[in-house]
C-alpha cells in the first residue's frame, strides 16, 4: 500500500521552490551525477530515465554521454528548469511508483536523492527495476544515517534555538522504512529482486555561500527548510542566529562554508523482465 499522505506532502513541500533549491540544495545534490551515472552504466546510445529529475542536472550529464534521456518530475517548476539545462531531454510530469514508462522500456534507470522523498521505498524501486530491462542496470542515492557534519549543523542550530520539529509533520511509516546504510540500502535493493547489488559510500566537502545556504532553508528546501518555514518569526530569527553561530567552524577565511558529508550510492542489474 502507497503511503499516499506522505506522497501528497512531498509534492507540497516542492511547489514553486525549483529556483530556492538551485541556490541551495541543487548544488549539493549535484555531486555524486557522476558516479550515478557510471553505477548505472550510462553510455551513448543508451536510453536512460531520470526519475526525479529535479533542475535537470543529471540528465543533462546523460545527455553530455550521449545517452537518450526522459526526465521526470512530479513539479512543474523543476521540469521548466530541466528543460532549460537539458532541452535534448524528453520530460514528462509523474512521481514514483507510478512512471510513464513501458515495462523494460529503459537501458537504465537513475534516482539522485529520490528514495529520502517517497512514502513506500521498496515500491519505488520495484517501479525502478519494471522500466529497465533485463541486463540494464538502476542507480540511487540517499543521504545516510548518521548523518554527516553538513546535516548535523542543520540538527544543532535548531536544537540551539530551542525549536522542534512540527507534531504533524508526516513520517515515514516504520514498516516501510530501511536502514540508512549501505547494508541497508543493499538490502532494499536486493529485496526488489535486483542482482549484482553494489552500495558505497561517497563523501565530499561541499562549498557554499552561507547567505545562499541559508537561504534554501528558509525557502523551505529541505528536512530543516520544513522545520524553519513552520516557525514564528522570532523562533526563525533564533535559528539563523544558531546557524551563523555554529557554522563558523567551518568557513574558510573568505567565508566559504566547507561542510563535510556523504551519500550512499546504491546500484544494481536487472536480470529478469519486471511487472
Known amino acids: 500500500m502507497i503511503d499516499a499522505d506522505y506522497d501528497a506532502h512531498e509534492r507540497s513541500r516542492w511547489a514553486g521552490r525549483a529556483e530556492a533549491y538551485q541556490r541551495s540544495f541543487g548544488r549539493l545534490c549535484a555531486y555524486p551525477t557522476q558516479a550515478l551515472l557510471e553505477a548505472a552504466a550510462v553510455r551513448a546510445g543508451r536510453r536512460v530515465i531520470d526519475v526525479g529529475t529535479g533542475p535537470g542536472t543529471v540528465a543533462a550529464a546523460a545527455l553530455a554521454r550521449g545517452a537518450a534521456v526522459l526526465a521526470v518530475d512530479a513539479e512543474p517548476s523543476m521540469l521548466d528548469a530541466a528543460r532549460r539545462a537539458a532541452p535534448g531531454a524528453a520530460l514528462a510530469r509523474a512521481a514514483l511508483p507510478r512512471l510513464p514508462v513501458r515495462t523494460g522500456g529503459a537501458d537504465a534507470a ?42 548535523r549543523l542543520w540538527r544543532e542550530a535548531i536544537d540551539a534555538a530551542g525549536v522542534s520539529a512540527p507534531a504533524d509533520l508526516p513520517r515515514l511509516a516504520a514498516e516501510r522504512d530501511f536502514p540508512r546504510t549501505e547494508t541497508g540500502l543493499a538490502s532494499l535493493l536486493a529485496a526488489a529482486g535486483l542482482v549484482d547489488v553494489r552500495c558505497t559510500t561517497v563523501t565530499w566537502v561541499h562549498q557554499a555561500d552561507p547567505a545562499d545556504w541559508w537561504a534554501g532553508a528558509a525557502a523551505g528546501i529541505g528536512s530543516v527548510g520544513l522545520v524553519v518555514q513552520r516557525q514564528p518569526a522570532a523562533a526563525r530569527e533564533r535559528i539563523r542566529r544558531e546557524y551563523v553561530r555554529l557554522s563558523a567552524a567551518y568557513r574558510d577565511a573568505d567565508g566559504t562554508l566547507r561542510l563535510p558529508t556523504a551519500a550512499l550510492l546504491g546500484s544494481a542489474r536487472v536480470d529478469r523482465p519486471g511487472t
Open 110 to 151: 537513475v534516482a539522485n536523492f529520490v528514495l529520502n522523498h517517497v512514502g513506500d521505498p521498496a515500491a519505488a524501486v520495484a517501479e525502478l527495476r519494471r522500466v529497465v530491462r533485463p541486463g540494464g542496470r538502476m542507480a540511487v542515492t540517499v543521504w545516510p544515517s548518521p548523518h554527516p557534519p553538513l546535516q
